[in-house]
């Protein structure tokens, strides 16, 4: 653990990080598993991070604008629920949402304390110098590590309580365990009468949402593709990236999205610095990611045993996406979920 001073106003903290090898040790379990899987956060490299972007641009992709929306026209009444507080963000990227919530709190008060969390070390530099730069009374400590790294590390708060934030429908992205042990290491981070802000996808018509994963540019595919030029970058690989084929499907039982990226013909691929063979069949698929969409009531219940007690939801006209705020009382009780 490293603390560093950018300016008066901005610090951080890097955490100890994991090598590449290590990191890739995840490829090969997925690989190795029946039915294969890759991790998402494979995804992003500079290329998929670029794509990414324009993807929130396209006319199919919603969530982003949508919640947007939401938060333009709700700030104000979130800074007013919670009163003063120091604001913690788990995955805070360019923070370009989370300025409508500083923005929020800055008319509130003068000074408002900000925690930023991300694994990409830069792009906390850069949106943190950006963040001081706007805001006179803002003081920022960020953290660049994993989420569990920075919960463990996260100091005293200098406002009177804290939120936590985590935005863009992320949560969908966990498995029930998953995300059932991130609550768990949220909450333990989290002192009574504190409060945890909460960016979900709704359950809508299917068509909706898989329009959403399949735009007709063409970017989303491109997207899941450049997950295998990433592994071929990062580990020395030779995937045949035309060998491949994006598909994305709403699974309605699950109430998910599941991405793949389908083998359009028998092959065999190698990943040398992980010292990783790996064959495919005609037709066989790799699953990339999982975005799983909540009801809103459903969701609130999960956390109730938790401690974490509903304050407050706040959603578009046609409640397509949400935020949730939840409180923790002082009852809390254990962590569970199953798969």
């Avoid at 199919?60 to 629920?81: F, H, K, M, S, V």
């Avoid at 359950?203 to 997207?223: Q, V, W």
């Avoid at 045949?240 to 092959?267: C, G, K, P």
């Avoid at 909540?294 to 969701?299: A, S």
Wanted: with cysteine; proline share 4%; net charge negative.
């Amino acid at each position: 653990m490293e603390l560093v001073q950018e300016a008066q106003r901005f610090q951080f903290t890097r955490l100890s990080s994991s090598s590449d090898t290590e990191d890739g040790a995840d490829v090969v379990a997925g690989l190795a598993a029946d039915p294969k899987t890759l991790p998402c956060k494979y995804f992003y490299d500079a290329v998929g991070s670029q794509l990414f972007e324009r993807i929130c641009d396209t006319p199919e992709y919603y969530p982003t604008r949508t919640e947007r929306g939401i938060l333009t026209q709700n700030a104000a009444d979130i800074a007013a629920l919670t009163g003063p507080c120091e604001v913690v963000e788990l995955g805070s990227g360019s923070a370009s949402k989370t300025r409508i919530l500083l923005d929020a709190y800055s008319r509130r008060a003068d000074e408002v304390h900000f925690v930023p969390i991300d694994v990409s070390e830069s792009i906390l530099r850069e949106s943190s110098r950006e963040l001081v730069d706007r805001y006179d009374g803002l003081s920022i400590r960020g953290f660049s590590g994993t989420y569990e790294q920075a919960l463990a590390a996260l100091h005293p708060a200098p406002a009177p309580a804290r939120m936590f934030v985590f935005l863009g429908s992320t949560l969908g992205n966990f498995s029930t365990s998953e995300r059932a042990a991130f609550i768990a290491r949220i909450r333990g981070a989290m002192a009574p009468g504190e409060f945890f802000l909460l960016g979900i996808d709704r359950r809508k018509d299917p068509a909706i949402i898989e329009a959403a994963y399949n735009d007709a540019e063409g970017l989303t595919a491109r997207f899941n593709l450049n997950m295998l030029s990433h592994l071929n970058r990062r580990f020395h690989g030779d995937f045949v990236v035309a060998n491949f084929a994006h598909r994305a499907i709403y699974e309605t039982r699950r109430h998910q999205i599941e991405i793949y990226l389908d083998s359009l013909v028998a092959q065999q691929a190698t990943l040398l610095d992980l010292d990783l063979s790996v064959s495919f069949t005609k037709g066989e698929a790799i699953r990339t990611e999982i975005s799983k969409k909540f009801d809103p009531g459903e969701l609130a219940a999960e956390f109730a045993p938790l401690g974490l007690e509903h304050a407050a939801t706040w959603s578009d006209d046609r409640e397509w996406f949400s935020l949730l705020l939840f409180r923790l009382g002082n009852r809390q009780g254990p962590a569970g979920g199953t798969d």
